[in-house]
């Protein structure tokens, strides 16, 4: 009959060498006209360069989608066991060209454009990049995913699909603005819609208790509202493999049942307007990179990623026939700070009142399935909603916490009887005149591991910030330092740089980044030298084209690319290289003939809108730069870049063409970084302070290839408890003296004496991350950088050594980290439909 007969043709396999997978330069030509004209409507006549773009994309995401759905078939199955990791912030960067290289068919591709009469870094220029994160947090998200891809580990990335992500940055005046970023405008061909798996988040009303027909004392929430949840799915590709992971993000609608009738008679702009307000939920991401912001909105966006997402997983769980006792064997859930942690309330609750698990065994299945990853000591950083708030938006899992709570205290003063001040340390609740519910002990308490991302990060959680959680389960701590993708960060930012590795030593280092050490036999090898530092040149001519078409500045591709790029915020101290670049300057105005490095100053980050000081010390870079810029006696010398929009798309530039990073956040506070991984890879040399990633950095590359300088931790701590004073480091240092005291006269702010007062004011005053105490020890280890600089043999060594001694910070490393010691995750072998062509 017919019906059989069409099921009989859907279930004929999709067409071999068809336009939609054949990897020939010919058959992509095809694709790429074909996909212009019946998915853009378009052709060559009235085609925009987008148009190209999304045509090429498709025909990217068509070769992609017989990986993606086998990867789906092979890991939904009963005894495969996946890793959920949920984050707030997935920072992925732009698609394209990092599928090509993931396919192996960026050369084909290259050609079919160019015979199409294109150019495919114009299209892979063309993209918008979704800036679903704030910094390294999300990055590192992204990278993670990319990892887990690579070492085909069944994994779903789960998040918000904000209409807005991060702002974008222009620059007036000196000064940031920000503006909406609308990266859905032009549409996104990367993702797919599954409305069919929608699911209902509650939210708000009362709970009631109640005897169930067992006889069993239950709770049932009434809620106030219901909001739905609709997934977007966007593949992950692995590297050369058949590994195609989802990263699957929600976004919030209103019921599509809305009863426009009963929910206000007759009032269609009420009903239209509660339509508005579900969908505010994924609206926007918070654009605040640590300092914590207790507003509702951002705890509903938690809420209610979370849920959704432990529906999606529960649901996967039972389809596979899994019993809810054993939802540990099936599934792994990092949460990715705290912003996720509402989740082990969440799964309590479906558990118990959903789907009347006993409280202990559903205790132990959350703790079982849980894993917790800290990524700040920042005291001000950590997340704590005010019970008030939290129990109008969430009444019942208040209520779950309380009881948590009241257990886990049980437990405590069972181990340290009559220890009360540890209970009140420990409690999920702060107590105090107004009450908080703590997320980063909720995390803790729920999860059977916790882990810092650096060595010395994660001895400073033990000792610090979880030092009780520390004493009460040991067990639970680990490190996980950080790590980056190569296939990204080298591959795809440094192409030529790439080539040259794969040409000397193979191409197994992209896979398995350990195998860079066998450059170090070139370390010394003038021939291999010289077209390392030609790589360099290249890049830096690069980058040098981009700043001038951006900000109208000519630099010299000479001078020293000595770059600070990241989130602004005074920990990190981009102002204390400020301090530097006006001490050089004064040093050449008083003496107009000496002889210095020539250097460039680049800067590039963005301030959270609400951090006045962050958006100050912005205005200084760009108010110092239009001096220095404009001085004929600097010329040639010194030149200060500050490039607006920082991002990942701007970061692939950039890390390729420097040659100093600058990692010089005060000792204890950068719980790792990634930045400076990139930039090692890529063969800059790292001025920094022994903090975060930094430690494990040097301690790779070796001492001397290395620019440290400043206090260590345990002497900031020791410096602060015997009492800090600033004045004392501006009174007894001339050369500081006169760059602070130019400051607030106004030699940087012709016209505007009192412009940089707050900053003056606050470090002689108070200066909480100790730039005048690291100001002398950063002073002296510049000018050494400056004086190395010189030996372009010497210094082309130390480069090469920092690349080829940078396999530890691989994300494939960290990944297998997690798999091994949290997660319990192997591989799964992913099974194509013979009729596909292998990657290249
Ligand atoms: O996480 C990165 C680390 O490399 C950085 O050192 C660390 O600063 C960063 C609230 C955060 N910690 N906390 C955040 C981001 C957004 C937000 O709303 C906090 N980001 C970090 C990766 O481990």
């Known amino acids: 009959d017919k019906k059989t007969a069409a099921a009989a043709a859907a279930a004929e396999p999709v067409q071999i060498e068809d336009d939609r997978t054949g990897l020939s330069v010919e058959t992509l030509k095809r694709a790429f006209a074909d996909n212009l004209f019946y998915i853009q409507g378009k052709n060559a006549d009235i085609a925009t360069l987008n148009d190209y773009y999304m045509a090429l994309a498709y025909t990217v995401r068509d070769r992609l989608l017989h990986r993606w759905l086998g990867t789906i078939k092979a890991q939904l199955k009963p005894k495969v066991k996946v890793v959920y990791y949920l984050s707030a912030e997935f920072l992925m960067g732009p698609h394209l060209g990092n599928n090509l290289i993931n396919l192996g068919i960026y050369d084909q591709v290259r050609q079919a454009i160019q015979e199409s009469g294109l150019n495919l870094d114009e299209l892979i220029a063309q993209e918008e990049e979704p800036g679903l994160g704030n910094g390294g947090l999300g990055r590192l ?53 599954r409305p069919e798996a929608t699911v209902e988040v509650k939210l708000g009303g009362h709970t009631e208790a109640f005897v169930d027909g067992a006889g069993r004392y239950r709770v049932r929430w009434i809620p106030g ?6 997934p977007y799915d966007t593949p992950v590709l692995g590297f050369k493999n058949n590994t195609a992971n989802t990263l699957r993000l929600w976004k919030a609608e209103a019921p599509e049942s809305f009863d426009f009738q009963a929910f206000n008679l007759g009032d269609y702009y009420g009903a239209v307007n509660a339509k508005m307000y579900s969908e505010n939920i994924s609206k926007v991401l918070y654009p605040n990179d640590e ?3 207790g507003r509702e909105l951002r705890l509903e966006q938690q809420f209610f990623f979370v849920s959704c997402s432990l529906q ?14 054993n939802l540990d064997k099936n599934a792994a859930i990092q949460l990715n700070d705290t912003h996720p942690s509402i989740g082990i309330a969440e799964l309590m609750r479906l558990l118990v009142d959903e789907h009347n698990v006993d409280w202990d065994t559903a205790w132990q299945i959350t703790q079982d399935t849980f894993a917790y990853t800290n990524h700040t000591l920042l005291p001000e950083a950590l997340e704590r909603w005010p019970l008030s708030l939290f129990g109008s938006l969430l009444p019942r899992h208040l209520e779950i916490i309380f009881e948590i709570n009241r257990r886990f205290l049980q437990e405590v003063s069972a181990k340290f009887p009559g220890d009360t001040g540890r209970l009140a340390r420990l409690s999920l609740i702060q107590e105090g005149p107004e009450k908080f519910v703590r997320m980063a002990h909720l995390a803790s308490a729920g999860s059977h591991a916790i882990n810092g991302v650096a060595a010395l990060h994660s001895e400073l959680l033990k000792r610090d910030v979880l030092r009780d959680f520390y004493e009460l389960s040991p067990e639970k701590f680990s490190n996980k330092t950080n790590g980056v993708t190569p ?10 740089l790439a080539f040259l590795i794969s040409e000397s030593i193979g191409d197994g280092w992209i896979k398995n980044l350990g195998e860079l050490r066998e450059l170090e036999r070139f370390a010394n090898d003038k021939e291999f030298q010289s077209r390392w530092r030609q790589i360099k040149l290249n890049n830096k001519t690069n980058l040098t084209e981009y700043i001038r078409k951006r900000t109208g500045l000519v630099v010299d591709p000479h001078s020293l690319f000595d770059i600070q790029v990241k989130r602004i915020h005074e920990y990190k101290r981009q102002h204390l290289n400020v301090l530097y670049i006006i001490t050089l300057y004064n040093r050449l105005k008083q003496n107009p003939e000496l002889e210095i490095t020539p250097r460039t100053f680049i800067f590039g980050g963005k301030a959270a809108p609400g951090y006045f000081m962050a958006k100050l010390i912005i205005k200084l870079i760009n108010s110092v730069a239009a001096v220095v810029n404009s ?3 600097v010329r040639g010398r010194l030149k200060v870049v500050f490039l607006p929009d920082y991002n990942v798309t701007f970061g692939q530039r950039v890390y390729p063409a420097a040659e100093l990073s600058e990692q010089i956040s005060t000792a204890g506070k950068e719980a790792s970084g990634t930045g400076n991984m990139k930039f090692s890879m890529n063969g800059a040399l790292t001025i920094g302070t022994l903090d975060g990633a930094n430690v494990e950095i040097r301690e790779e590359a070796g001492e001397e290839n290395f620019f440290l300088f400043g206090l260590t931790t345990e002497e900031v701590y020791a410096l602060k408890a015997r009492g800090y004073n600033p004045w004392d480091y501006y009174n007894g240092n001339p050369a500081l003296r006169q760059v602070i005291d130019q400051l607030a006269s106004g030699v940087f702010s012709p016209g505007e004496a009192h412009l940089f007062e707050p900053l003056v004011d606050h470090l002689i005053h108070r200066d909480e991350y100790l730039l005048l105490a690291d100001y002398q020890s950063y002073v002296e280890c510049q000018d050494r950088v400056g004086e190395a600089y010189r030996d372009q043999e010497h210094w082309t060594r130390m480069s090469i050594l920092n690349s080829a001694r940078m396999g530890k910070f691989s994300s494939d490393r960290a990944i297998r980290e997690y798999c091994e010691d949290i997660w319990g995750a192997v591989a799964v072998d992913v099974a194509l439909e013979e009729y596909v062509q292998a990657t290249a």
């Open 487 to 496: 296939r990204r960060w080298i591959m795809l930012s440094n192409p030529e």
């Open 312 to 325: 999606d997983i529960i649901r996967r769980h039972l389809y596979v026939g899994g019993k809810l006792e």
């Open 291 to 293: 300092p914590m912001q």
């Open 225 to 230: 509202r219901t909001i739905v949840g609709v």
């Open 631 to 633: 001085d004929p006696d």
């Open 141 to 193: 998200a992204a990278c993670y995913l990319d990892s887990l891809a690579a070492l085909e580990i069944p994994a779903i990335g789960y998040g918000l699909r904000y209409e807005f992500g991060i702002f974008d940055q222009e620059i007036r005046d000196g000064w940031q603005v920000e503006i909406t970023d609308k990266w859905l405008r032009y549409g996104n061909p990367w993702e797919i819609a």
